[in-house]
């Protein structure tokens, strides 16, 4: 079975980077397509950005985070990482990682394709 688990979360100044990483363990995510989203407090999950699987590896972003986060796979390590530089107040928010079995490219507005989700993990942006 599938289990996500997040790291990297913490509390950043404006201006500062983070790495955020998904741990995979169970299986394998060569043949999944990795999502990273988000919720602040009294919002809605938003797409923050995805990762196809590992034939593909074609990224999308949010237009929010564009040109500011970076989205990679290490599959030596099974794991998918979310880089975060130029962090604003407006990034704070507790950061999910999911998982979709699927060869396509990655799906960035549907999140309920995604069928696996890690626990979550807190970036918090202030000075």
């Known amino acids: 079975q599938l289990q996500l688990v997040e790291s990297g979360g913490g509390l950043v100044q404006p201006g500062g980077s983070l790495r955020l990483s998904c741990a995979a363990s169970g299986v394998t995510l060569d043949n999944y397509a990795i999502g990273w989203f988000r919720q602040a407090p009294g919002r809605e999950r938003e797409g923050v950005s995805c990762?196809?699987?590992?034939?593909?590896?074609?990224?999308d972003y949010a237009d929010s985070v564009k040109d500011r986060f970076t989205i990679s796979r290490d599959n030596a390590k099974n794991t998918i990482y979310l880089d975060m530089d130029s962090l604003s107040d407006e990034d704070t928010s507790v950061y999910y990682c999911?998982?979709?079995?699927?060869?396509?490219?990655?799906?960035?507005?549907?999140?309920?394709?995604?069928?696996?989700w890690g626990q979550g993990a807190q970036v918090t942006v202030s000075s």
């Open positions: 999911a998982a979709e079995f699927w060869l396509g490219t990655c799906v960035l507005t549907e999140m309920s394709r995604y069928e696996a």
């Open positions: 990762i196809s699987s590992r034939g593909s590896g074609s990224t």
